[in-house]
C-alpha cells in the first residue's frame, strides 16, 4: 500500500531523478524535491515519527538539529547484549546512529568492569526515525541522544514486563544541589569515562552532581568542561554526540565555554539553595507550540516516506 504522502512525493522524484530519492543519502537533489512539500506542511511531525515501526532504507546521516531534525538510516539498538539492557522496549526508542549504538557498547563494556555494574541500563535514544516525540523529550530526534539510567544493573536478563515496570534511581537531593547516598564513585568514574569519549559533545547532568565531581576529579580534567548541569536529570544522564563527519546537514549545538564549567556549575547550586527574585518584568513564558513537519528540515519528508 502507498502511503499518502508517498503518492505526493513520488512524481516529484520521477522528475527530478528518482534514484535520488532511493539511494544511500538525502542529497541536494531530493531536498529540491520535497523542498516545496514541507514549506507548506502543517502536519504534527511527532503524529507521523511517533507510529513508525522501523528506521529508513537509507545511508545513515543525521539531519537537522537535536530537537529539529530527524534520522535517515537509524539503526536498533539490541534489546539485550552482554553488556548492556535497552529499557521500555514499548516506547520503541532504542534507535540511533550506528555511531552512538557503538558508543553505548563501547561504554556498557567499562561499566561491567565497575564494582557492582553488570553493565548498562540504556533508557531512551531516538525513534526508527528520530523526529519529535509523542511524550517527553524535546530533544532525540536525530539519532545523537542517549539516555543512561543511574540504576547499577545487577542482572542483564530481564524480562520484556520487568524492563516496563522496574525503575532507576534517583542520585540527587535538596532539589539537585547535593548528591545522595545512591551517588557512588562507580557513577563518577562511569561519568568520566563517557565523558572522555572524543564523540562526545556534552552531557546533561543535574548541578550537584557536577559540582561533586569537580570537588573529586584530579589530574586530567579536560573531560569536566562535556559536564553540563541541567534541570532534571538524576535519574539517569544524557549523552549527547557531536555531528559524525561527513553529515553535512546535521546542526550541532553553540560550542560548551572554554574551561571546566565548575563555576558555573556552582553559580547553579547557589541559585537552587537561594533563589534569585523573580523579574517583575520577565515577559510570561511562551506556551511550546507542536512541532510541524514545515518546523523540520526539508530532507525529513523523505525521511519519514522511505521504505
Given at each position: ?5 508517498a ?6 522524484c520521477?522528475?527530478?531523478f528518482?534514484?535520488?530519492c532511493?539511494s544511500?543519502?538525502?542529497d541536494?537533489?531530493t531536498?529540491?524535491a520535497?523542498?516545496?512539500?514541507n514549506?507548506?506542511d502543517?502536519r504534527?511531525a511527532?503524529?507521523l515519527?511517533g507510529y513508525?515501526?522501523?528506521?529508513s ?6 539531519i ?7 534520522t535517515?538510516g ?6 539485550t547484549g ?14 540511533a ?13 567499562f ?12 533508557g ?19 539519532g545523537l541522544?542517549i ?5 547499577p544493573p545487577?542482572?542483564l ?6 524492563r ?25 568514574e562511569?561519568?568520566r ?19 561533586d565531581?569537580c570537588d573529586?576529579?584530579t589530574?586530567?580534567?579536560s573531560w ?9 536529570h ?8 557531536s555531528?559524525?563527519?561527513g553529515?553535512r546537514q546535521c ?10 564549567g565548575?563555576?558555573?556549575?556552582r ?10 527574585p ?7 513564558p511562551?506556551p ?5 513537519m ?7 519528508t523523505?525521511v519519514l516516506?522511505?521504505?
Amino acid at each position: 500500500m502507498i502511503r499518502p504522502i508517498a503518492r505526493l512525493v513520488a512524481p516529484l522524484c520521477a522528475a527530478l531523478f528518482l534514484a535520488a530519492c532511493q539511494s544511500g543519502g538525502v542529497d541536494t537533489v531530493t531536498q529540491a524535491a520535497v523542498s516545496s512539500l514541507n514549506a507548506g506542511d502543517n502536519r504534527v511531525a511527532k503524529q507521523l515519527f511517533g507510529y513508525l515501526p522501523a528506521g529508513s532504507n537509507q545511508s545513515p546521516e543525521a539531519i537537522g538539529g537535536y530537537s529539529r531534525g530527524c534520522t535517515a538510516g537509524a539503526v536498533q539498538l539490541a534489546e539485550t547484549g552482554p553488556t548492556w539492557q535497552a529499557m521500555r522496549l514499548s516506547r520503541n526508542r532504542n534507535w540511533a546512529l550506528p555511531e552512538a549504538i557503538d558508543y553505548v557498547q563501547n561504554l556498557s563494556r567499562f561499566a561491567a568492569t565497575l564494582p557492582g555494574w553488570a553493565g548498562l541500563y540504556v533508557g531512551d535514544m531516538s525513534q526508527p526515525r528520530g523526529g519529535p516525540m509523542l511524550t517527553g523529550h524535546a530533544s532525540h530526534q536525530s539519532g545523537l541522544d542517549i539516555d543512561i539510567w543511574m540504576l547499577p544493573p545487577q542482572r542483564l536478563d530481564l524480562s520484556r514486563q520487568e524492563r516496563e515496570d522496574l525503575s532507576s534511581i534517583s542520585t540527587r537531593r535538596a532539589a539537585g544541589a547535593y548528591t545522595n547516598d545512591n551517588w557512588t564513585e562507580q557513577h563518577r568514574e562511569l561519568l568520566r569515562a563517557a565523558a572522555s569519549d572524543p564523540r562526545v559533545d556534552r552531557i546533561f547532568i543535574f548541578p550537584g552532581a557536577k559540582v561533586d565531581m569537580c570537588d573529586w576529579a584530579t589530574g586530567d580534567r579536560s573531560w569536566l568542561r562535556k559536564i553540563r548541569p541541567w534541570w532534571g536529570h538524576h535519574y539517569h544522564f544524557h549523552v549527547r554526540l557531536s555531528c559524525p563527519a561527513g553529515d553535512r546537514q546535521c546542526e550541532t549545538q553553540t560550542p560548551i565555554p572554554p574551561g571546566d564549567g565548575c563555576d558555573d556549575a556552582r553559580q547553579w547550586v547557589a541559585n537552587i539553595l537561594d533563589p534569585p527574585p523573580p523579574d517583575p518584568d520577565a515577559p510570561p513564558p511562551t506556551p511550546r507550540a507542536e512541532v510541524t513537519m514545515a518546523d523540520l528540515p526539508a530532507a525529513c519528508t523523505a525521511v519519514l516516506n522511505s521504505n
